[in-house]
């Protein structure tokens, strides 16, 4: 089995800050990950995956993350946050050839102007 | 450009009553069909998953039922509510399975 875990239940920024978003997973084999973003009760809005090759992938509106073999980690930044990035942030791991998306428990990002 | 509708919006129902939820995809051919279950300030739970017609599997056992009578319609269903029922309810679609998912609104359930 695999595991997602986002050790930060709450993170608060000011406007114009830069923010890192922590995802560990427990996995031994080739995984694919990904970032997911939700405004209150809405739906989720895919941002970004890593599949293979470079592990710094780029997704929409200026989010970044970097995929580590070696720590496990696949972490969400962004340089500069807008009030408008306030949401819960949720990292999703699946194994290949595996149709079941595992979620972590999510980071609700507040951002204060 | 492709949309995915899900209803209703919103239910209220009793405990012990039916229940049948609904997602639809269009603008899409053959797209995998998925439903999770989010618990109130809480991660999201696969429920099931479909890649064609007719055919779903189940990721966990909740006392539901999924069904994919069209290739552009899901549906979550269950004969008796339970009160751990309660929760949002959304459906997503992604073309294959390494593809991101694409998730609809959600369907908020209150069990009485």
């Known amino acids: 089995t695999q595991t997602v875990s986002q050790s930060d239940a709450h993170v608060t920024v000011f406007e114009g800050d830069s923010v890192e978003l922590r995802c560990n997973y427990s996995?031994?084999?080739?995984?694919?990950l990904s970032w997911y973003i939700q405004h209150h009760g809405r739906g989720l809005q895919f941002l970004l995956k890593y599949y293979s090759g470079n592990p710094v992938v780029q997704g929409v509106n200026g989010f970044e993350a970097e995929f580590s073999k070696s720590d496990s980690s696949f972490h969400l930044r962004k340089a500069s946050v807008h009030w408008s990035d306030s949401a819960v942030y949720f990292c999703?791991?699946?194994?290949?050839?595996?149709?079941?998306?595992?979620f972590g428990s999510g980071t609700k990002l507040t951002v204060e102007p | 450009a492709q949309t995915i509708h899900q209803w209703p919006v919103a239910e209220i129902k009793a405990v012990g009553s039916p229940l049948s939820l609904g997602c639809t995809i269009k603008g899409k051919s053959s797209p995998n069909l998925y439903w999770y279950w989010q618990a109130t300030g809480g991660t999201l739970q696969q429920l099931f998953y479909s890649i064609t017609v007719g055919q779903v599997e189940s990721v966990v056992q909740l006392n539901l039922s999924a069904s994919r009578p069209k290739d552009d319609q899901f549906i979550l269903s269950t004969e008796k509510l339970l009160l751990s029922h309660s929760g949002f309810y959304l459906c997503?679609?992604?073309?294959?399975?390494?593809?991101?998912?694409?998730f609809g609104p959600g369907t908020r359930l209150t069990v009485l």
């Open positions: 999703a791991a699946r194994m290949p050839n595996y149709n079941v998306l595992y």
């Open positions: 996995y031994g084999g080739s995984i694919y």
């Open positions: 997503a679609w992604s073309l294959g399975g390494r593809g991101e998912q694409y």
